[in-house]
């Protein structure tokens, strides 16, 4: 059983609150010039949010955790990696960059610099071993290259996952394109020519020229595919889909993948935190990512990325619904999103990253 500490948003100033979980989860900064994560460089990796989201973890939650690792004796950068999907800001480095500084997030405003973990090119890893559907999993460099890592997770609804927490921040946020894209694989394309009208739009948005139309339907060069869902959101008449059980082999390819960048870390001390605010039914890659689910609940810390997301699924659950959702406990966002969100925290338990057993203790 793992403990996770819990700061509720009742319990007054959450600056305050994020500072009393590191030094209960790692240890207090009181202790000036000893860094306490171990190694000098540490990587603080959040998503800094999609151009025109507004949900995302604020500037100054990131900034606090800077400051906790500044005072134990740390080096501190924030880190994130380039997006999968081509729609949208943050698809290079360079539009990466100009996105979170658009969103608030700084090398003056956060006191550390900031660094696109796979650039160059987004391909920029070390390989670990993956497991059954994602074989080789590539972990960012300058993720595995860090002495320690701090992951910062806004919990929020996901399309696929049915929630997105620490796991999922591990197994998308931390890798490069291209195990990215094994992940979005395993729930592969699937085509249903009696729906197809031929009007060609799934091929004029595809950025990777993985589409051309031969005698008014569609065809994949999967070698080009990325399998980002680009034609597929695209497509108004639903004769592109995902496999039967895709969201299922999406999360158990994303807990190996997750599991991967836990290897590359091995003998490091990597800590979670999870804010539970502004849930939404989306990720923090949709702009906007849709109405707020329940009430603010808090900030969770632990050293078991299973355990606490875990524990914000049940917090979630016993939080106040907001008016206008039909649904109800248990996995609210699974529900939403017409899946199991304990699957990929049941895969992740089984390949040995955490516990869905916790303890949890407010601080």
């Known amino acids: 059983m793992s403990d996770v500490y819990f700061f509720s948003f009742e319990r007054g100033d959450v600056l305050d609150g994020i500072g009393r979980l590191l030094e209960t989860c790692v240890g207090s900064s009181s202790d000036r010039g000893r860094n306490k994560l171990g190694g000098k460089r540490v990587a603080i990796k959040a998503h800094f949010g999609e151009l025109g989201n507004y949900t995302h973890i604020r500037p100054a ?11 134990a004796g ?15 800001a943050r ?17 003056e405003g956060l006191g550390c610099p900031i660094v696109i973990a796979d650039g160059p090119d987004g391909y920029n890893g070390v390989q670990t071993l993956g ?6 999993v590539k972990v960012a460099r300058s993720i595995a290259d860090s002495d320690s890592l701090i992951v910062l997770s806004h919990v929020k609804g996901h399309v696929l996952s049915g929630m997105g927490g620490a796991i999922k921040n591990l197994a998308m946020g931390c890798t490069t394109k291209d195990c990215k894209r094994e992940q979005h694989k395993a ?3 699937v085509f249903n020519s009696e729906r197809c009208v031929g009007c ?8 990777f020229e993985a589409l051309k139309i031969v005698d008014e339907r569609p065809v994949w060069d999967w070698d080009k595919c990325f399998y980002c869902s680009t034609c597929r959101f695209n497509c108004k008449y ?38 539970i605010f502004d849930v939404t039914p989306m990720c923090d890659c949709a702009a906007p990512a849709g109405r707020l689910v329940v009430q603010n609940v808090g900030v969770l810390a632990s050293k078991d990325p299973v355990a606490i997301d875990s524990a ?22 699974g529900k939403i999103n017409e899946t199991d969100s304990w699957i990929h925290i049941r895969e992740a338990e089984a390949l040995g990253l955490g516990s869905r057993k916790y303890s949890l203790v407010m601080v």
């Open 61 to 71: 939650f990131v900034r606090r955790v800077v400051d906790y690792v500044k005072e």
């Open 74 to 88: 740390g080096d501190p950068f924030a880190t994130e990696t380039t997006a999968l999907y081509p729609e949208g």
């Open 91 to 107: 698809v290079t480095v360079e539009e990466s960059l100009r996105t979170a500084a658009y969103n608030g997030f700084t090398s």
């Open 131 to 136: 497991g059954r559907l994602v074989k080789k």
């Open 187 to 189: 729930h592969g394309i």
């Open 200 to 207: 060609g739009e799934c091929a004029e948005v595809c950025r």
């Open 238 to 275: 639903g004769a592109i889909e995902i496999l039967e059980n895709g969201k299922e082999n999406f999360q158990i390819g994303m807990a190996e993948a997750a599991a991967g960048v836990m290897k590359a870390m091995e003998g490091k001390a990597t800590v979670f935190l999870n804010f």
């Open 312 to 333: 914000s699924i049940d917090l979630i659950d016993s939080a106040e619904l907001l008016p206008s959702w039909k649904v109800t406990p248990p996995d609210v966002l």
